[in-house]
């Protein structure tokens, strides 16, 4: 019998043999749910017994966590840890880990190529040559991005990737916002530390890299939108939530901003009468910024390392919850 169990309770991944084999290491022993796991329910189901648990969205909440006599550590695979409860692990002495950095590339990739895709209306010019309009003649308002101001909310790891990409476009200026980051590493990227009414009414582009919390849920509102130019776009690879999704769905239909890339949203999959869906103005995409086949296989492995590390007597090398 092997010594741990090791419980995934979000699945999604073609092969978990790279969790396997690192387990291998430790007698340990990867069980996959039959299912996703999209209650509590199913989740203490599917992971009472376990001495670690992998997940991705399913909720692991108080009530969850009471059911965990074994569980040692909980791994999220990704980022955001906003479906655990840390306050509850914490009190329980389960360790909560995530992934922090493994999508850095993909993500400031997917911001610049829906930024690039909104300024240069790709959906647009590719609709209509499907219709048999072959565009010699454009009369709409396209601009370059030479010159322009780049404004970042967030400067955290794929902030400063973003930003490091966008420098190729010779950007006028790149102000950035945000508090957790000392003022004088911010200048020394050769950026400008802004308060937020100075990012939204001088960007042209606008990019959210901020981790949602209380002060930054709906950050992107009516009040800040009537702050920016009419010709900005904004673009989200962060989290739904940092938007007041009404009041940018109205902005954008009255074209008091121009565009918006949108990756992701506050309900997620985002429901079918959603007004985006309607938007000429909009390019959408599924939460799929994270994804590359190089970012799945090291999340895989980085997730089962941090379970490895604790199972075998120590701690986290990204742990969310310290006591």
């Not at 992998?54 to 906003?82: K, M, N, S």
């Not at 306050?87 to 993909?106: K, L, Q």
């Not at 200026?173 to 950026?191: K, M, S």
């Not at 009041?247 to 954008?252: H, M, N, P, S």
Request: aromatic share 6%; with cysteine; hydrophobic share 45%.
């Amino acid at each position: 019998m092997p010594a741990f169990r090791v419980s995934v309770v979000s699945l999604g991944y073609a092969s978990y043999e790279i969790e396997r084999s690192l387990l291998r290491s430790i007698d340990a022993e990867l069980v996959l749910t039959s299912r996703d796991c999209l209650t509590e329910e199913e989740v203490i189901e599917a992971a009472r017994d376990a001495d670690a648990i992998l997940v991705r969205e399913a909720p692991i909440r108080a009530r969850v966590l009471q059911t965990l006599g074994r569980c040692r550590i909980i791994v999220r695979y990704g980022v955001g840890v906003d479906n655990i409860d840390l306050e509850e692990a914490r009190r329980r002495r389960i360790f909560v880990a995530n992934v922090p950095d493994y999508g850095t590339e993909e993500v400031s990739d997917h911001a610049a190529a829906l930024l690039l895709a909104c300024v240069r209306r790709l959906l647009q010019r590719d609709a209509h040559l499907r219709r048999g309009v072959f565009e010699s003649n454009i009369r709409e308002p396209v601009f370059r991005t030479t010159g322009k101001t780049l404004g970042l909310l967030g400067y955290g790891q794929i902030g400063r990737a973003f930003h490091r990409k966008w420098k190729g476009f010779l950007p006028a200026r790149v102000l950035v916002h945000d508090p957790g980051v000392e003022l004088e590493v911010i200048r020394g990227q050769q950026a400008e530390p802004v308060g937020l009414d100075e990012l939204f009414s001088q960007s042209d582009y606008l990019s959210l890299h901020a981790p949602l919390t209380a002060r930054t849920r709906h950050v992107v509102n009516a009040e800040r939108l009537s702050l920016m130019k009419s010709t900005a776009i904004i673009v989200n690879t962060a989290r739904g939530e940092l938007i007041d999704e009404a009041a940018l769905a109205e902005a954008l239909a009255k074209e008091r901003i121009a565009g918006a890339g949108l990756d992701v949203f506050e309900e997620e999959p985002l429901p079918s009468d959603h007004p985006f869906l309607r938007l000429p103005n909009v390019v959408l995409s599924g939460h799929v910024g994270w994804y590359s086949c190089d970012a799945v296989h090291e999340l895989q492995r980085r997730a089962a390392e941090e379970v490895v590390r604790v199972l075998a007597g120590g701690t986290p090398r990204h742990w969310v919850n310290p006591w």
